[in-house]
C-alpha cells in the first residue's frame, strides 16, 4: 500500500488512520499492540517529514513472513537520529521508534530519503516479533 500526502498538519492523523485501516484490512487488527505501535511510531515518521522536507511525501506498509514494514519517503535530506528523551518537547521520535521497533533505518533516493521500521506481526517468539527482554 502507498498514499501520498500535502505537507499539511492534518497528514499525520490521516496517516494514522490510513495505517489502522490498512492493517484491518490485512487482518492484523486483532492485534492491538500492533496496531497502536504502527501508529504511533508511523505518526512519528511522518511529524519528522513535515518538520524537515518542503514537500509532499509518501507513507509505505507492507506485510509479510511476519512483519510489518512501514515507509515515509519525503524529499528532506536530514538524517535522522535518535536523541535522548531527556526532558525535551521535541526529539523524541527516532528514541519511540529505536525502543519499539524490531528494526529500522533509512536510505537516500534521488532528492530525498526514505526512513522505515518494522514490526513483528504474530505475538509468538520466532515469528518476526523482538525477543522478550530485548527492549
Sequence with gaps: MSVEYEPRPSAVRE????VRRQLEGWGLA??????????L??????????????GRFTLILSAAHGL???EVADSGRRVPQVLDAGVSESGRGMFLVEA???RWGWHEHGPGKTV????GTCGGAGCG???PGDL
Excluded at 486483532?30 to 501508529?39: C, G, H, I, K, P
Excluded at 522505515?116 to 514490526?119: P, Y
Aim: aromatic share 4%; charged share 30%; glycine share 2%.
Design 129 to 131: 516479533g523482538r525477543p
Design 41 to 54: 511510531l508511523v505518526s512519528e515518521l511522518v511529524t519528522n517529514a513535515l518538520l524537515h522536507s518542503a
Design 116 to 119: 522505515w521500521f518494522e514490526l
Design 30 to 39: 486483532e492485534r492491538d499492540d500492533l496496531v497502536d505501535t504502527a501508529e
Design 68 to 70: 510489518l514494514r512501514c
Design 100 to 102: 519499539l521497533a524490531m
Design 15 to 18: 496517516a494514522r488512520a490510513e
